[in-house]
Every structure is written in structure tokens, then in C-alpha cells.
């Protein structure tokens, strides 16, 4: 730093800050750096949980469905036919305060079939009675099922309409 003849060398000094700046400004550089990759990594972590985190309660997603989608179609079954004197009831209550029975009722020509389903996370099992106005105890057998995988607001209208049409037919064949 200082020459031979005592006098201090401003170049050397000037030289050895700037390095020695240098060398904290690096390092605040690579802390810095440090840093926002941990709090990166984090978040990445974070995400993963919620994304890995257990999916919703199932059956809180089928009386979502019934709710928003298949509820509508069913009444839009119902105001359809019902100048064809054809009576169509729903009765999910139960399922939606958080039981898992529905209740399909379909009438027509003094005939009706009762489908008692029994929802579960992959299927609704129904058992089927058949009555008539002047029987109303009926006959009671196991009923058709439907599955809830990919189960839509057109799917769960075709397998109503596919009942109306078998009461028709019975209706048909009796008179």
C-alpha cells in the first residue's frame, strides 16, 4: 500500500475496496439467490400438498351433482310430460342432508313404479316397486342401477325416460 518512500498508493488501495466490494456484493448476490430458491422450493412443496391433499368427500360431490344438475333435468322431465298425464317425483332430501336415499316415483294410467335407490360412491342401486292405484302395497323386486361415473344431466335424463317407457309398456299390455 505505501511505497518505498512512505506515500500510500491510491491505485493499490482503490483496487483492493473495489474488490472487496465486489467480493460482499457476490455474496449478498448468492444469499439473495439462496433465498428466493428455498422460498421457491416452498411454494413448490406447498402446492404439491394441496394438489396430493385427499380429493373431496365423493359423496359430497354426488349431491353436488344431483343438486345443480340432476335435480333441473328431472323437473324439466317432469314439466315436459306432465300434459301426458305422466306424475314424475324426486325425492333427494335425505341425500342432500346428507343420507344417501333417493326416492324416483313414476305414474301413468293408474300404474306406478317406486325406485328406492341406495346411493353409493360409484353406483346408485334401486329397488323397484311396482303398483297400481287400486294395489298400492305392489310388488317389490331388485331395480336397475345406475352408475355415478361420469354421470351427467343427459345420462341421468335417458334412464328416467327409459322408465317412463317401460311403464308405458306395462300400461300398454294391461289394457
Same mark, same amino acid.
Given at each position: 500500500? !505505501? *511505497? ?7 491505485? !493499490? ?6 474488490? =472487496? ?7 449478498? %448476490? ?8 428455498? &422460498? ?32 333441473? %333435468? ?8 306432465? =300434459? ?33 335407490? *341406495?346411493?353409493? &360412491?360409484?353406483?346408485? %342401486?334401486?329397488?323397484? !316397486?311396482?303398483?297400481? &292405484? ?5 310388488? !317389490?323386486?331388485?331395480?336397475? *342401477? ?5 354421470? &351427467? ?12 317407457? %317401460? ?7 294391461? *289394457?
Amino acid at each position: 500500500m !505505501t *511505497t518505498e518512500e512512505g506515500r500510500v498508493n491510491l491505485d !493499490t488501495l482503490l483496487r483492493r475496496a473495489k474488490a =472487496k466490494s465486489a467480493a460482499r456484493g457476490a455474496s449478498e %448476490a448468492k444469499l439473495d439467490s439462496l433465498l428466493e430458491q428455498h &422460498t421457491r422450493k416452498l411454494r413448490e412443496e406447498e402446492l404439491k400438498k394441496e394438489n396430493n391433499s385427499p380429493k373431496s368427500d365423493p359423496m359430497e360431490n354426488i349431491r353436488d351433482l344431483f343438486e345443480t344438475e340432476l335435480m333441473p %333435468a328431472f323437473d324439466d322431465l317432469r314439466e315436459k310430460y306432465r =300434459k301426458n298425464d305422466i306424475s314424475l317425483e324426486l325425492d333427494a332430501l335425505k341425500l342432500l342432508q346428507g343420507g344417501r336415499e333417493i326416492v324416483i316415483d313414476i305414474e301413468y294410467g293408474g300404474v306406478g313404479m317406486r325406485f328406492d335407490g *341406495t346411493v353409493m &360412491t360409484n353406483v346408485i %342401486a334401486f329397488q323397484l !316397486t311396482r303398483y297400481s &292405484t287400486r294395489d298400492p302395497a305392489g310388488i !317389490t323386486a331388485s331395480g336397475p *342401477t345406475l352408475r355415478v361415473r361420469g354421470l &351427467t344431466a343427459d345420462k341421468f335424463r335417458d334412464f328416467i325416460c327409459q322408465r317412463i317407457a %317401460a311403464l308405458i309398456q306395462a300400461v300398454m299390455q294391461r *289394457t
